[in-house]
């Protein structure tokens, strides 16, 4: 449900997991205590589950700034906490990219300053091109209001 959410926080650095649509509920509470995770959801049943022993945001707004908005208020993200150190897609921390790597980006973007940091699961590739730094800027205007919002 939280697909893009989730997205945008292993963009910012943070470890993300996505819950498979169908989960068993018990299932995955037992995953977030085992794993220390915090549970960011839209489902009010399974928050009403869930007892004290798994910490759990429930985000009741629509739209991905203002899911944002909730959660930064909810947990104190840091949204440029360490950007794009994480893959997007499956949440592993990048290494930077080995030669052969580097070879898989496209010839225009290779003369940028990087960083260009690779993952060691999937094996996509990420360079600061215009939709690293387009996403960049988002984090950026997400982390102003944050602090705006934590000085008024
Ligand atoms: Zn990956």
Redesign the pocket.
């Known amino acids: 449900m939280l697909a893009g959410l989730a997205r945008w926080l292993r963009a910012a650095g943070y470890d993300t997991a996505l819950a498979p649509t169908a989960s068993d509920d018990r299932l995955m509470l037992a995953a977030c205590r085992a794993e220390a995770r915090v549970l960011v959801t839209r489902d009010r049943h399974l928050a009403a589950h869930a007892d004290e022993s798994v910490r759990l945001v429930l985000l009741d707004v629509d739209g991905l700034d203002a899911q944002a908005a909730q959660l930064t208020a909810a947990l104190s993200i840091d949204w440029v906490r360490a950007p794009f150190t994480r893959?997007?897609?499956?949440?592993?921390p990048?290494h930077p990219a080995t030669p052969d790597e580097r070879a898989r980006v496209p010839p225009r973007a290779r003369d940028l300053p990087g960083p260009f940091r690779a993952?060691?699961?999937?094996?996509?590739v990420y360079w600061p091109g215009s939709h690293v730094r387009r996403m960049l800027s988002r984090l950026q205007q997400w982390q102003a209001r944050a602090r705006l919002a934590r000085d008024t």
Do not use: K, Q, S, V
């Open positions: 893959c997007l897609l499956d949440n592993t990048l993952c060691p699961c999937c094996g996509r």
